[in-house]
């Protein structure tokens, strides 16, 4: 695995595998793995190294403490005991340490294929699943890789009709209009995370975090033509090249939407692509009595 990670995520992996056979002398912990940018090989020299582990119960804050102390490693921030994060600084270097239980994991993991589950924490922690490298605990993780394997058709359905009720074009271009450009890219940027999350439910991947928006659409079989560089763009030319390119988009999308899942009624969000708020430059006519 080393070999094959860029060096930047090899030496992080080597240093995650260090810190592992020092955790295991702590009593509880029954998995360890390495997550985030490193298990993904996308860590650059800015990226830090997140490792979740995994217990029967949340550890202790004394625990917490004198895991933090073996590793002769400082809290990056004043130390909060509610939290299940602790932001660790070794040598200078960030290590961040996510504590969950076995038995709430195995919940997340029922909620999303059983219940079909839409909440964003639970499918970034079904991606988390399927690329972390287990360091300790290998038959808990690969239990759970094989079951995350799977996604539901019920479940793309969901996450496809959630989203699509967000996709909308008068009010972008009506930002342009009245020379909104705060209104407009915040428009945008959410747009094109509902047309991300409807581009993940297409290709059934789990929620990767839009900080991997594009590294997820470059390697998407299933989407509009050239769409990571389209998002790139629409913040790089004038406004009404955007918001024309993202109204193609949004049909685009639609159009794959509409072969892949004809059970899902788009006519909706069509109605709303169709309409334009006129300008008036005199009264209207009064209701009629």
């Known amino acids: 695995m080393m070999n094959e990670l860029n060096p930047h995520a090899a030496w992080r992996l080597k240093l995650a595998v260090q810190i592992s ?6 009593e509880g ?8 940018s490193v298990a993904r090989n996308y860590a650059d020299e800015y ?21 933090a102390a073996d590793l002769h490693a400082d809290f990056l921030t ?20 996510w504590h969950n239980t076995v038995a709430e994991e195995e919940t997340v993991i029922a909620d999303v294929l059983t219940r079909f589950e839409t909440d964003l924490g639970s499918s970034n922690f079904m991606d988390t699943v399927r690329v972390c490298i287990p360091l300790y605990g290998e038959a808990i993780i690969n239990r759970w890789k094989e079951k995350a394997q799977h996604y539901p058709p019920e479940l793309a359905v969901r996450n496809i009709q959630e989203n699509l009720a967000h996709l909308d074009h008068g009010q972008l271009a009506l930002h342009v209009k009245r020379h909104h450009p705060t209104l407009v890219y915040g428009h945008l940027s959410e747009l094109q995370k509902h047309i991300f999350l409807v581009l993940l439910a297409l290709n059934r991947e789990y929620f990767p975090t839009f900080k991997w928006m594009y590294q997820a659409l470059a390697k998407m079989p299933i989407k509009p033509p050239d769409v990571e560089q389209r998002f790139r763009n629409a913040f ?20 794959l939407v509409e072969q892949h899942y004809p059970q899902i009624d788009t006519t909706a969000v069509r109605k709303r692509l169709s ?4 300008a008036h430059h005199k009264p209207a006519d009064e209701v009629n009595r």
Not at 78 to 97: R, S, T
Request: with cysteine; net charge negative.
């Open 236 to 255: 790089n030319c004038p406004q009404d090249e955007s918001v024309g390119d993202m109204f193609r988009l949004i049909n685009e999308t639609l159009f």
């Open 47 to 67: 990226s830090d190294l997140e490792m979740p582990l995994f217990w029967p119960k949340l550890p202790p804050d004394t625990m917490r403490k004198a895991i």
């Open 29 to 36: 912990i029954q998995a360890i793995v390495v997550g985030g």
């Open 21 to 26: 056979h020092r955790l295991r002398k702590f």
């Open 78 to 97: 004043e130390y909060n005991g509610p939290a299940q994060e602790d932001n660790l600084l070794i040598n200078n270097f960030q290590v961040d340490f």
């Open 275 to 278: 309409i334009s708020r006129a």
